[in-house]
């Protein structure tokens, strides 16, 4: 399938297939359609449950190492 085929499927033009494949700002809904149809929702539910948990996770976080003690002479 190209870009103007799935464009017609989801209701969009090419260009806004390819601002999509080029990582270019897009109206959500319309990304969302897009993913739905190329049946890749469930992917990126994964992928933001991921990213969630690395980001609440202490130990997951990179520690700093050049800590400095700040004078507390305000």
Do not use: C, Y
């Not at 017609?8 to 897009?26: A, F």
């Amino acid at each position: 399938m190209d870009q103007t085929e799935l464009g017609q499927r989801v209701g969009v033009g090419r260009n806004t297939i390819s601002s999509i494949e080029n990582g270019k700002p897009v109206n959500a809904e319309t990304l969302f359609k897009v993913l739905e149809h190329l049946e890749l929702i469930d992917d990126l539910q994964i992928a933001i449950e991921k990213k969630l948990d690395e980001q609440s996770n202490p130990l997951s976080r990179k520690s700093r190492k050049d800590t400095q003690e700040l004078d507390n002479d305000f």
